[in-house]
């Protein structure tokens, strides 16, 4: 359905336009020329009236589209309404204000013109030639009245078969070009005419037959159909002979052919001047109509064509604004069509090699961006697979990104902290101060590499994280890779406790029995035959061997248990009945060491295994004990509930009196074999921590202000795990701890 | 509710307009129109004729026109149609033409009948009005045209041609009532 391209450039573009300002043009040509009565355009005045009106009327839908059209870009802000409208503004000022000019100074050229082609002294002058031709024939037509009536007189005896004899021969006598001879009820009796082809005389009028009737004459003048003036006289014909009945005789004069000619060039001129005289007005007020028609018709095509030109002109900018807006949105796709071979064409064509190129580049972008991103998303994958924690910080030691395991490990959302910095994560979660003191630490030092085992303690229980720093290159932060290696530890030690007890079982268990029994077996073979000293010697000597072989009996089963400790069977627990319980067993007759009480009855129930909790305190007091070498002093057992770093535990001290731990053995004091004491296997701390490790708590040893140690122990409270991670407190740690 | 007073007030208006619009006629039939006055069609010779009687009754604005050389054309319409319950079937169409004009030099009124080319003068505007009104034994319709059993109507119109008017005075004639001269169409049956 596409139009030809040649109609339909046709009626599109200019050329449709020049050829209606042109047709309008000639329209109003004609019709200017029309106004001064041309014969052919007179003719089409009225439809070139019609013609022009339905134009302007055109033209005033045309542009009350253009303006309604443009009214609502401008309120929508379309782009380049606002150019169009002030280009069309600016183009009707200028077009209207020199037309409206020249239309007001014509207008009163129009009415002095016109005004100026009448003369009072030529009216007059037609007047009065117009009197005068009328008193030149009036003189003619009195003469001719005369002759009239002599020839009324001759004919009045004349009967009516003689009469048209005699009147042709009074008509061939005088200058009468017809006579007629009527009855006076008006009927022709005779008449002679000087023209052969007129058939009928001439009527004799109503008005002229009352008069003669009455006895008057009647004489007029007569302006014949294409033959000119003629002087008609009427006269009675009095009645004569009794069988002549009067009559009316009429004459029709020719008026001279000079006299003729002159007066109708009178008649002519005058009735023209009095036409042109009364149209006066009505042709100023059609001057003015067709002036203003074309004021009018000018000013509206003036407009249409700012219309039409602001469109031209400003379809590049606006479709350029188009193409800005779209790239500014990210479109770099949009071409625009190019005007012309102008500066606006250069534009168009800049503006397109420019988004061609942005977009170019930023395919470019985004094809290296999903390069990266894929590269991204792959390493990513690993890192969230991978079962060690990392985080890596930015140069302030802000948090910037961590893995999977990493909030896994910690027990924390770290994707929530991202972009806080690590001391911030301290105060929020506190549980991890003691990694991130470690960690800050470790981060003021200038080396690339650092490694640390760092113990937490949460509501998980006891965590030992390995952890390791790297510088990332350039000075753009640090990675820190962390992994648990609780169970590892757990496992490694417990591999080589074992394997200790199994070789204390072993190696030193089976000799222990022979030498039990051999002294045994000299002393119930020796004793009595031996003289009294010897005898009390060999008693002694065999009495310490069975005594020390017993003591190291006891040892090595103390190690076998430690090694080989059943399976948990965990219940709830109420710790201070247990303490109560164990107490009792201490409170002899000669006992000079003070055991104190300070419970917490509200401390609530702990998971853990009645056996071990009882061994474990059972070890702490003998610790204590032995620490104050079993005299004057006091062991005070206190529990409480505590809540810190949003962590519920449960937590027994039992601190006494004694000379307190030294300071080189703080570190290694729950390690076996280490002990200040004479006595002691130096396995009863070890195996406390042991119990304490099964269990999910933390031990602490340290030496009061006030002299003595205090063991701090804590146990998780079951469901304490689930309360939240988050939520700070402001109840700091206790803070010397010495070793966990 | 609202939409009841709406159509009450388009009715009072479509009242309002139908009411001046019957109005308009007897406004505009005041001092100056043309009025027919009786028509009577005679068969003669086998020959529809017609006899009619028309009012000239002109404007004073046409009659000063007139008086200051201004010719003035009035033409009459005559129609004869054959009746038909759907459309009337124009069988004949005759349009007479009379230039009517002032003679300054003779002081006479000039009647130019254009279709027969011949001229009448009369030395007032009454008497030459008088002979126009009053058309005698135009000839119509041949009878013989005429099928006997079905309805035939004559109609008549007397106007003034605005057209013929000089061009100055058109546009003031189209929209001035006193130009307005028509007697618009009277109908006649033509029976024997």
Avoid at chain 1, 498 to 521: D, F, Y
Avoid at chain 2, 158 to 182: F, K
Wanted: net charge negative; aromatic share 6%; proline share 5%.
């Amino acid at each position: 359905m596409a139009a030809h391209p040649l109609i339909r450039r046709l009626f599109t573009g200019s050329a449709p336009i020049v050829a209606l300002f042109v047709l309008l043009l000639a329209s109003l040509w004609l019709m200017s020329d029309a106004t001064h009565n041309s014969a052919v355009f007179g003719q089409l005045y009225t439809l070139l009236l019609g013609v022009n009106l339905l134009a302007i009327v055109l033209f005033v839908v045309l542009i009350g589209r253009s303006v309604w059209t443009l009214f609502r870009q401008y309120r929508r802000q379309v782009a380049g309404s606002r150019l169009t409208a002030r280009l069309v503004v600016m183009f009707v000022i200028l077009s209207v204000t020199p037309v409206s000019a020249v239309y007001f100074f014509s207008l009163d050229f129009i009415k002095r013109g016109i005004d100026s082609w009448f003369d009072v002294r030529v009216e007059n002058a037609l007047n009065d030639a117009l009197e005068l031709s009328q008193a030149a024939l009036g003189l003619r037509m009195n003469d001719l009245l005369r002759d009239t009536q002599d020839m009324a007189r001759s004919l009045r005896d004349v009967d009516g078969e003689m009469a048209a004899l005699i009147l042709n021969d009074l008509r061939s006598r005088s200058e009468a070009y017809e006579l007629t001879l009527f009855s006076l009820k008006g009927d022709i009796l005779a008449a002679s005419s000087g023209e052969a082809e007129r058939l009928l005389p001439m009527r004799l009028d109503s008005l002229s037959q009352m008069l003669v009737r009455q006895g008057k004459t009647d004489v007029e003048l007569v302006p014949l159909h294409e033959a000119g003036l003629f002087i008609r006289v009427a006269v009675p014909l009095p009645a004569g002979a009794p069988e002549n009945p009067p009559r009316i005789l009429q004459a029709l004069y020719p008026v001279p052919e000079r006299i003729n000619e002159l007066a109708t060039s009178v008649q002519s001129a005058f009735g023209r001047y009095r036409e042109v005289a009364y149209l006066r007005v009505p042709l100023k007020y059609s001057f003015i109509l067709t002036l203003s028609l074309v004021l009018l018709l000018s000013i509206l095509m003036a407009i249409w064509a700012a219309f039409f030109a602001a469109r031209r002109l400003v379809a590049p900018i606006s479709a350029l604004v188009e193409g800005t807006r779209a790239v500014a949105a990210g479109d770099y796709e949009k071409r625009l069509p190019l005007p012309g071979r102008d500066e606006l064409g250069f534009l168009v064509r800049s503006f397109n090699e420019m988004t061609h190129r942005i977009a170019m580049a930023r395919n470019e972008a985004r094809a290296s961006q999903q390069r990266a991103e894929a590269q991204h998303a792959y390493l990513e994958t690993v890192l969230a697979n991978l079962s060690s924690g990392v985080i890596t910080l930015d140069a302030e030691h802000r948090l910037r990104t961590a893995n999977r395991a990493a909030g896994h490990i910690l027990n924390l959302d770290l994707d929530r902290h991202a972009g806080e910095p690590l001391a911030t994560l301290a105060e929020r979660h506190g549980r991890l101060q003691p990694l991130i003191e470690s960690l800050e630490e470790a981060l003021q030092e200038p080396f690339a590499d650092w490694q640390e085992e760092i113990t937490l303690f949460g509501a998980g229980g006891r965590q030992v994280l390995m952890c390791r720093i790297t510088a990332l290159p350039d000075g753009a932060g640090h990675v820190i890779v962390f992994d648990d290696i609780t169970a590892l530890i757990q496992a490694q030690r417990d591999a080589a406790w074992g394997e200790v007890a199994r070789r204390l079982a072993h190696e030193i268990k089976n000799p222990l029995t022979p030498i039990q029994l051999s002294a045994e077996r000299l002393r119930r073979k020796y004793l009595h035959k031996m003289a009294p000293g010897d005898a009390d010697v060999l008693d002694r000597a065999t009495h310490t061997i069975v005594q020390q072989v017993e003591t190291l009996k006891g040892m090595v089963k103390a190690f076998s248990d430690y090694a080989r400790m059943p399976a948990l069977k965990l219940e709830e627990v109420d710790l201070n009945a247990l303490i109560r319980e164990v107490r009792e067993l201490y409170r002899g007759g000669d006992m000079r060491t003070r055991i104190r009480l300070h419970l917490d009855d509200a401390a609530p129930p702990v998971e853990a295994d009645v056996g071990r909790l009882r061994q474990l305190l059972t070890n702490l007091l003998k610790n204590a004990l032995e620490a104050m070498d079993y005299g004057e002093g006091e062991i005070r057992i206190s529990t409480r509930c505590a809540e810190e770093h949003a962590c519920r535990y449960l937590e027994l001290k039992v601190e006494d009196t004694g000379p307190g731990i030294p300071e080189e053995m703080l570190s290694q004091l729950f390690e076996p074999y280490v002990t200040s004491k004479p006595r002691g296997s130096g396995l009863g701390l070890a195996i406390v921590k042991k119990i304490v490790e099964e269990h999910g708590g933390m031990l602490l040893a340290r030496n009061r202000s006030g002299g003595g140690a205090c063991i701090v122990i804590r146990l998780p409270v079951p469901g304490a795990a689930s309360l939240s991670d988050d939520e700070p407190t402001n109840e700091k740690p206790d803070d010397d701890h010495a070793a966990a | 509710m609202p939409a009841l007073p709406n159509r009450n007030r388009g009715r009072a208006w479509l009242a309002a307009l139908l009411l001046a619009w019957l109005a308009l006629p007897v406004v505009a039939a005041d001092d100056h129109d043309f009025v027919i006055k009786s028509i009577e069609t005679a068969l003669e010779d086998n020959v529809w004729r017609l006899d009619a009687k028309i009012d000239y009754r002109f404007s004073e604005a046409a009659l000063n026109a007139l008086r200051n050389g201004v010719p003035l054309l009035i033409q009459l319409d005559i129609q004869v149609r054959q009746k038909r319950w759907y459309w009337n079937l124009t069988l004949a169409e005759l349009t007479q033409g009379y230039l009517l004009l002032y003679h300054a030099l003779s002081d006479t009124y000039i009647v130019h009948n254009l279709n027969s080319g011949t001229q009448e003068h009369f030395r007032n505007l009454d008497a030459a009005l008088a002979s126009l009104g009053h058309i005698r034994n135009l000839p119509l319709i041949d009878a013989e045209l005429l099928a006997p059993d079905r309805e035939y109507e004559v109609r008549l119109r007397a106007l003034l041609d605005i057209e013929s008017l000089p061009a100055p005075m058109r546009p003031m004639a189209y929209i001035s009532s006193d130009w307005d001269l028509d007697s618009g169409w009277y109908t006649w049956p033509l029976t024997r």
